[in-house]
Nanobody, 125 residues
Framework: QLQLVESGGGLVQPGGALRLSCTASGFTLDYYTIGWFRQAPGKEREGVSCIRISDGSARYVDSVEGRFTVSRDSAKNAAYLQMNSLKPEDTAVYYC??????????????????WGQGTQVTVSS
């Protein structure tokens, strides 16, 4: 059974950092693209970053460029989102998602058939 599990969310002060993990089970990520998305209350789900596991190619939405870094560890069958210089507007539920052999439109949630359950990130003083 294909499953994605996010972890690492929590409460952090503005300017702080968090590292989210997305661990896959039931399949190997080697030929997948992993997307990171977030959804704040009353807002649409937004693509934050994506990474092609095979070669590490990555993309970011403009609002997180330079602050967030996506990475992967094939040996651990996992992907990560390092979030630095966090702002209150980064507060949301963060999801990871997976799609095989697709990298185009990797910041669109409609590209992905497989989703994790989400982890809450709250940036507040």
């Amino acid at each position: 059974q294909l499953q994605l599990v996010e972890s690492g969310g929590g409460l952090v002060q503005p300017g702080g950092a968090l590292r989210l993990s997305c661990t896959a089970s039931g399949f190997t990520l080697d030929y997948y693209t992993i997307g990171w998305f977030r959804q704040a209350p009353g807002k649409e789900r937004e693509g934050v970053s994506c990474i092609r596991i095979s070669d590490g190619s990555a993309r970011y939405v403009d609002s997180v460029e330079g602050r967030f870094t996506v990475s992967r560890d094939s040996a651990k069958n996992a992907a990560y989102l390092q979030m630095n210089s966090l702002k209150p507007e980064d507060t949301a539920v963060y999801y990871c998602a997976a799609v095989p052999r697709v990298f185009s439109k990797c910041l669109s949630p409609y590209t992905y058939p497989y989703w994790g359950q989400g982890t809450q990130v709250t940036v507040s003083s």
